[in-house]
């Protein structure tokens, strides 16, 4: 029995081929989109899981309220770990990091003793001795107990060692950091590479060599071991007699007014799971990790589950739709025998199988798309189909949907009464006919949707690349690793400036992109009592040439200048946000006390774009300053390539044994926002993989639909119906469902894209055009597609039709 | 007796009014026997045969059938009862395009549960008595009508069903194919096969034992 069912499914697949095509094929895009959106949610939310103790694994993050704004922070001072280890019994370890650069964290030239090129290497992280063990880095060489005990201590990963080292004797090397030869660096251990879906990425580890024990300095993450089974919120609750017994005594020493204070004591500090620190952080926090982001993550799962169930509509449909060619052959198998069972079991299997092979083509087509896919979500994902759960849960799931997908055409098809399918009285197809009308609906309103949504993500992703930012992004190239100029910094600018191709220089890395240094301070207008609060700005350490070099704009007063020495001491410039928010109506002249420093305002700039179109701009002021990470080159017109040469040629000159490392601040800005872009492009990729599945079931369902009415097209014909009539009449009965499917998603596209811009502080308001753009697409591809059918159809020849009666 | 029908009446309702298709049927039907049914278009004799191959329903009288209260019986065992005695040919064949014809005489044996070697040696059988083992590997398609129906009758025989039902065997069959089932039915009867045939034709009446007339539902 059962091989005579796989027989008939064999036969029907071969019988009718570009059905079986669209049939098997639209079921296989499905899966393909499914699977690789399930290998994306996968990755996403397998940040962190490998710890062993990832349940008992904390980031502390300090929470309070501003003026009304909460305010998260991910930083701490130096004594906070071990405060909390020496405090608080739950908590058995508590570790910090510093991802600073100017503490040496991040972008690093380094040099092997006894060679003579630096390589520039980007991820250093500084640690101490109680996070190599929350965080369970696993040393394959050296001592994990006293690995990062030391100073001019380093750690490095295999990967990295086997790069520098290749002998294996990475173990007690020399190593030098920035060419600075005075501050030898040991390997003291190797580590295993961190896991790519860590929060945390680093190839070298540097131990914590500050030394300033002051409770007002907040430079470090904080993570935390808890005994199992502690209460969280009780902990996080108690945790608040920091702020008590250490910070505020601190801060009155600084001379902090009571207010300030009392707002310290409304704040509180939280626990957040390790696991948590990838998927659920907060924008607010400022960590300048990678992030992911949860709701993309069940948008996502969304999408799938949208374009499996699409695909399983369309194998629904296509399968009922065929019921007028398959009703014959059950009327005649029950009248030579056959139960209702049998042909459900005929039916099932027929559907198994199809599903089957859609699996196995789907997972072919998941693979081969992957690289792509991998290319485009900027991970390195790989189906797993060595695990030994992969291909039997593949297995059992293309069965299931294959029952599911078969259950309904089954039990539909084996109703049919023998007699009246062979009498002929049978009108197949009228009956379902409302359940495939709605079934198109859903297909095409899904689409439509997401049509509404790709264009949508398009347009805002114009919106800011093309945004006003207030500075100049074009023609500045970023040099990276600057560190390593030490005192040469200065000439090297001048020279730098001397070019004739180069308009002007900055050297700071306090850029408006990812990467640029940050910090936060407090502001107050000398000699005002706003209740000792302050305004929360950023102050940049920036030199002469920042405001001309970046095309920042000045709106009253002045920039920096050398002609005045004061500007080097106690200058500052603001930007209108702060000054609006410290009061200011003309703030040229004015006082600003800052940790009891005070600063006289010469000048303000125009509000720039210095973070994500996500955010709001916020107060920012610039002094001059130190900050050395990196030099910024404004280029006049002209060739860029020789431009860049010159320059080259200069740091060479300067730095003979470290390749110059540069970006453009244009590039970087673009990849600020990568991350929308990211979600942008596999969200348009998988509406794309939608909006074709749906094609081709729209595609079969009119070949089936004109199938049916051949008789009834012929009939016309003969009658003298023309061209056009017939055309209007098959179109006309799948454009209305189209239509109502337009009607039904643009409420809904709007709603959900709304959700979407809300998350931007700078996004587009979504018009009327882009519904009737999103409307003309849908109703094009389905005329296109139905077309196809309908018009051979209305050409065919009226005695072909008939001739089968 | 293998049937048996009493007052049989059957009739569908259109705009209030009873239109029937077949009015007080009665009719026996012993074993051996071979009826032809015959009457106009719309008389009703595709719909009786479909009543007696309980394919179809009837709405008033009595159909015995094997001494079975035909009415009476559950749907699924109704069906049982025709699918063990019933064999059904076609005027149109109504083969299964899709199979071969070894596979179309295998089927009816499959949803028996025959075993599988028992199956072949019985399809084996068949195509043999109908001279048909050359072609055992082709598709409906490819064979002429007269081949096709003979496929047909070869299936509804291979059963061994008591009765067989045979609606217009030869309606698309020209003559002399048409002449070759007839003859292959009269074989068959003689070898004690029951039938009953619905015809057109006077001439292929002729080979059945006795002829009913039916006239709007009615015997005449």
Redo the contacts between chains.
């Keep these: 029995?059962f091989k005579?069912h796989l027989?008939?499914a064999w036969?029907?697949i071969k019988?009718d081929k570009l059905f079986t095509f669209i049939k098997i094929g639209g079921f296989a895009v499905g899966i393909a989109a499914c699977l690789l959106i399930a290998l994306f949610i996968r990755n996403e939310v397998s940040y962190d899981e490998h710890y062993a103790n990832k349940d008992q694994i904390y980031r502390v993050v300090f929470q309070g309220e501003v003026q009304g704004e909460v305010m998260k922070s991910t930083h701490f001072q130096l004594p906070f770990a071990d405060a909390l280890q020496s405090d608080f019994p739950e908590i058995t370890k508590a570790g910090k990091v510093n991802t600073i650069e100017i503490f040496g964290a991040g972008k690093r030239g380094m040099r092997v003793n006894g060679q003579k090129e630096n390589t520039f290497e980007e991820n250093f992280v500084l640690a101490d001795q109680e996070t190599f063990d929350i965080l369970e880095i696993q040393l394959q060489e050296g001592n994990p107990q006293t690995a990062l005990s030391r100073p001019s201590s380093i750690v490095m990963s295999r990967s990295k060692a086997d790069k520098y080292f290749p002998n294996g004797d990475a173990l007690q090397q020399t190593i030098f950091l920035d060419n600075d030869t005075s501050k030898p660096y040991t390997v003291t251990g190797i580590m295993e590479d961190v896991p790519e879906n860590s929060h945390l990425d680093f190839d070298f580890l540097l131990p914590i060599e500050d030394t300033n024990q002051n409770w007002t300095n907040q430079n470090y993450f904080t993570y935390v071991l808890v005994n199992p089974n502690t209460d969280i919120p009780a902990l996080e609750q108690k945790m608040s007699l920091i702020v008590e017994k250490y910070i505020i005594p601190a801060q009155i020493k600084r001379g902090r007014s009571a207010d300030f204070i009392d707002v310290l004591r409304t704040a509180e500090y939280k626990l957040q799971p390790v696991t948590d620190i990838y998927l659920k952080s907060d924008l607010k926090m400022q960590d300048g990790l990678k992030h992911g982001d949860i709701k993309f993550v069940w948008l996502f799962a969304a999408i799938a589950i949208f374009v499996l169930l699409l695909a399983v509509i369309n194998f629904i449909n296509l399968s009922t739709a065929k019921s007028a060619n398959r009703a014959?052959?059950v009327?005649?198998?029950?009248?030579?025998?056959?139960?209702r069972n049998?042909l459900v079991g005929q039916f099932l299997t027929e559907s198994v199988i199809f599903s089957i092979i859609s699996f196995v083509l789907g997972v072919v087509l998941a693979w081969a798309l992957l690289p792509t896919f991998n290319q485009i979500a900027a991970k390195n994902m790989e189906l797993p189909l060595s695990a030994w759960w992969f291909l039997p849960i593949l297995f059992a799931a293309g069965v299931l949907v294959g029952i599911l997908a078969g259950l309904y055409p089954a039990f539909y098809l084996s109703a049919f009464?023998?007699?009246n399918v062979?009498?002929g009285t049978l009108s197949v197809g009228s009956k379902s006919g409302r359940l495939r009308s709605g079934l198109v609906i859903f297909q095409f309103t899904t689409s439509v949707i997401l049509i509404i949504g790709t264009l949508i993500i398009y347009r805002q992703m114009d919106f800011i690349v093309s945004k006003e930012l207030g500075y100049d992004k074009e023609r500045v190239v970023v040099l990276e690793g600057t560190n390593i100029l030490g005192n040469k910094m200065e000439a090297f600018k001048e020279q730098l400036a001397e070019l004739s191709q180069v308009k002007s220089v900055t050297a700071t890395n306090y850029l408006p992109i990812d990467g640029g240094s940050r910090n936060g301070n407090t502001f107050m207008v000398d000699g005002q009592d706003d209740g000792g609060r302050g305004v929360p700005a950023q102050k940049w350490r920036v030199d002469y040439d920042y405001i001309n070099t970046l095309g920042i704009q000045l709106k009253a007063g002045r920039g920096f200048s050398k002609e005045f020495a004061y500007d080097s001491i106690n200058s500052i410039v603001i930007n209108s946000k702060m000054a609006s928010e410290l009061g200011l109506k003309d703030p040229i002249g004015k006082k600003l006390d800052n940790n009891s420093q005070i600063f006289t305002i010469i000048g303000v700039i125009e509000d720039f774009h210095f973070k994500s179109l996500k955010e709001d701009i916020s107060s920012l002021s610039l002094v001059i300053g130190k900050d050395v990470g990196a030099v910024s080159v404004k280029l006049e017109k002209g060739n860029p390539a020789e431009a860049l040469a010159s320059v080259e040629q200069v740091w060479n000159r300067t730095i003979p044994n470290q390749a110059l490392n540069y970006t453009f601040l244009e590039e970087e800005f673009t990849q600020m926002h990568a991350d929308v872009q990211r979600m942008g492009s596999i969200f348009n990729s998988f509406a794309l993989f939608a909006i074709l599945v749906a094609c081709l079931g729209l595609f079969a369902l009119s070949a089936f639909m004109v199938e049916q009415r051949r008789k009834e097209i012929s009939i016309r014909r003969v009658l003298g119906a023309p061209f056009k009539n017939i055309y209007q009449l098959l179109t006309l009965d799948f454009l209305k469902l189209v239509v109502i499917s337009i009607g039904i998603a643009i409420p809904i596209g709007w709603y959900l894209m709304n959700r979407w811009l809300e998350g931007f502080a700078y996004h587009i308001n979504i018009g009327w055009e882009i519904f009737s753009l999103a409307a003309l697409i849908a109703l094009g591809v389905a005329i296109v597609t139905i077309s196809y059918q309908s018009i051979g159809a209305a050409l065919l020849k009226p005695t072909k039709g008939l001739r089968t009666e | 007796m293998l049937l048996e029908l009493n007052n049989i009446f059957k009739w569908v309702t259109t705009g209030g009014q009873r239109i029937f298709l077949l009015k007080d049927i009665n009719l026996q039907v012993e074993q051996g026997e071979f009826i032809s049914v015959m009457g106009p278009s719309g008389s009703g004799k595709s719909t009786l045969l479909n009543v007696i191959g309980m394919l179809d329903t009837f709405d008033e009288g009595e159909y015995n059938f094997m001494d079975e209260s035909v009415y009476s019986l559950k749907e699924k065992h109704r069906a049982n009862l025709y699918k063990q005695y019933i064999g059904f040919v076609f005027q149109s064949y109504h083969l299964l395009d899709d199979l071969t014809v070894q596979e179309n005489l295998e089927m009816p044996l499959i949803y028996k549960k025959v075993k599988g070697s028992e199956r072949k040696a019985m399809v084996a059988d068949m195509l043999d008595r109908f001279n048909i083992v050359g072609k055992k590997d082709l598709f409906p398609a490819q064979l002429s009508g007269g081949q096709q129906q003979l496929v047909g009758v070869a299936r509804a025989l291979i059963a061994n069903p008591k009765l067989i039902l045979a609606d217009e065997p030869t309606g698309n069959l020209n003559s002399k194919q048409g002449e070759e089932i007839m003859e292959l039915f009269k074989q068959l009867n003689e070898e004690g096969v029951t039938i009953i045939q619905v015809t057109h034709s006077e001439k292929n009446a002729e080979y059945g034992s006795r002829i009913i007339n039916l006239l709007d539902g009615r015997m005449v």
Aim: no cysteine; net charge positive.
């Design positions: 029995m005579n027989n008939i036969r029907t019988k014959k052959e009327g005649l198998r029950k009248t030579i025998g056959a139960f049998n009464r023998p007699v062979l009498k």
